[in-house]
């Protein structure tokens, strides 16, 4: 017997396309909408009246009247063994990661230690709208382990891999080239595919790997195609100027990595702030992704992402949190910091591109816009439920709002937090309290 389905209703607006290159009918709203979930997965989406018309009378109706119910946010760069992190004081990134980062992460020698910390960190993306992410576990392969059980276990689309890492960083802390592959292949042999999950073959950049170890790590993509690639590039000039040390023969960052076969349509990079043309020029050639993290590139100082720039090159673009370098969990806050970096480089960014961007727009980045991203049939559903008047601040704010749906969605960035997501659903499932 099939479960009977569950009813969202309220504001569904969902993206077809990139407000950028088609303006505002991009988007669609249903005002008073609704949506039936079946199977995790949404069966019909479309006015209350008509969806509901065809509700068994038990059915479970979950009514956000006057809320906004969007696909969930994706993040697309984030570490979850830094919950314990964020907010450190007072270093760049070289002398954070020695500080602070690898001191922390030390600690997922303990399984039990990563399962606590999965835990926590699946409660926060829920709690935040975040219902897909692309995860940093440490060098352990029991962090990976304890991140996919907890993943599997609330049937979240995650993606997540072991940070390969052989150099530069604390013994406790470094695999070898071989060790880092073969837990890696161990990894993707029994979690990639499996249910919601992806795998992302991570060496952390190309300070903390050899040679030997970037070669190992593009031969694992060679071998597993349908893996993601993710790691660091050009965030900060002192890493920077380590790479062209360590890498003598790379013409830039960026060449170190395309030498080892690490560009591609599923690499995404961290960062990308301080790229040379021919960099720019091959990022966009190899359909690789940049993740654009403003509030980690506030916080450690490291630059301003040019958004711009990289849109005119055609290189695909996400935007992430970057915990813990970055100091927030949620992709309103994001957003808004996003906006801040881009108008002190006289760019603009306007709700519905930021929206976009957090939804449809970062399941392109990820190849998972048949999965995720939208509300429409056949899609999982993953959904954020957002309350533009949240707050006392936001209802006073909202007074003055005269019906324009981009400037609601401005105010939410904005204004917004946690406070502001009503309700998220993993799976049709809603697990943000009540
Ligand atoms: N570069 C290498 N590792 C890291 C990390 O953990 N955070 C940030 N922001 N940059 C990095
Ligand atoms: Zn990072």
Redesign the pocket.
Known sequence: MTPSPRFVRGRILSFRDDPRLVGERAASLIEDGAIRIEDGQVAAVGEARAILAHAPPDAAIDDHAGKLVMPGFIDAHI?YP?TR?IGSYGAQ?LD??QKY?FVEEQKFADPAHCEAVARFFLDELARQGTTTAVV?CTVHPESVEAFFAESERRGARMIAGK?MMDRNAPPLLRDTAQRGYDESKALIARWAGRGRLGYAITP??A??SSEAQLAAAGALAREHRDAYVQ??LS??FA?IAFVKRQFPWAKTYLDVYARFGLLGARSLF??CLHLEETEVAALARSDSIAAF?PT?NLF?G?GLFDKQRLDEANVRVALAT?V???TSYSMLQTAAEAYKVLQMNGQSWPGFQAFYQMTLGNARALGLQSRIGTIEPGREADLVVLDSRATPAMAHRMESHDGDLSEELFVLMTMGDDRAVAQTYVAGRGVKGG
């Open positions: 570490h830094q992190v990134l954070w990661l980062t940093y940070v952390r950049f300070v903390t790691t660091h965030e900060n890493e961290g960062h993290c980690s450690l490291s970057d813990g370098g970055g």
